[in-house]
């Protein structure tokens, strides 16, 4: 199985400032064939069901905030919030769909310092 | 509107079973491969179990592998999950979810969830 390991667990960022959200696959996820990175970013905030913010390891979902953007390839993978709002207070996650079974990782807790 | 609405979760106890159901609409469910995750409480999300289109084919995450199945009903918008031999450890909530297939298997990312039904599993 693919483990995917994020970092940190958890951080506290000013309002308005950047906050940066890293993600680790044990092995690339990057499918040589199409120049894709198979991995995508979700928020969920308390008492709410994930939502998904980014696939393709960049590609925003229609809605999101452009606030929000994806960076990485093969095995390094970021999710940055170029400018923090009190509404992005939430839990984040990225999951692989390079190989089966689909994996998830840990969360990080991202809240207001 | 895309809406998953998730029932039949409740308390059980060690090795009972449970019937989870997924009411679909605002798409066309016949369409699309659907999927159940969990997520214990405080804790991260799981994948636990997919299916084709068609029903034709379907995965499991290991640990349910010969416990849980899943199924759907195109005719009815449903998608079921079935959970024999029930543990503790399977305490969680259930969320259905429809799935953007990026390859064979059924892999892929999700695009829609539910709002969860909670399982628990205690004496």
């Known amino acids: 199985d693919i483990v995917m390991t994020q970092s940190p667990d958890s951080l506290a960022v000013s309002l308005g400032e950047r906050a940066t959200i890293n993600c680790r696959s044990s092995q690339s996820v990057l499918y040589s064939s199409n120049n894709k990175n198979y991995l995508a970013w979700y928020q969920q905030k308390p008492g709410q069901p994930p939502k998904l913010l980014i696939y393709?390891?960049?590609t925003r979902e229609s809605g999101v905030p452009d606030r929000f953007s994806g960076s990485g390839s093969g095995t390094d993978f970021t999710l940055t919030i170029s400018s923090l709002q009190a509404e992005d207070v939430a839990v984040y996650y990225c999951?692989?769909?390079?190989?089966?079974?689909?994996?998830f990782g840990q969360g990080t807790r991202l809240g207001i310092k | 509107e895309v809406q998953l609405v998730e029932s039949g979760g409740g308390l059980v106890q060690p090795g009972g079973s449970l019937r989870l159901s997924c009411a679909a609409s605002g798409f066309t469910f016949n369409g699309y491969w659907m999927s159940w995750v969990r997520q214990a409480p405080g804790k991260g999300l799981e994948w636990v179990a997919i299916?084709?289109?068609?029903?034709?084919?379907?995965y499991n995450v290991d640990f349910v592998k010969g416990r849980f199945t899943i199924s759907r009903d195109n005719a009815k918008n449903s998608l079921y999950l079935q959970m024999n031999s029930l543990r503790a450890e399977d305490t969680a909530v259930y969320y259905c979810a429809r799935l953007q297939l990026t390859g064979n298997r059924g892999r892929g990312y999700f695009e829609y969830w539910g709002q969860g039904t909670l399982v628990t599993v205690s004496s």
């Open positions: 393709w390891a960049s």
């Open positions: 999951q692989q769909h390079y190989d089966s079974p689909l994996t």
């Open positions: 299916i084709k289109e068609d029903g034709g084919e379907k």
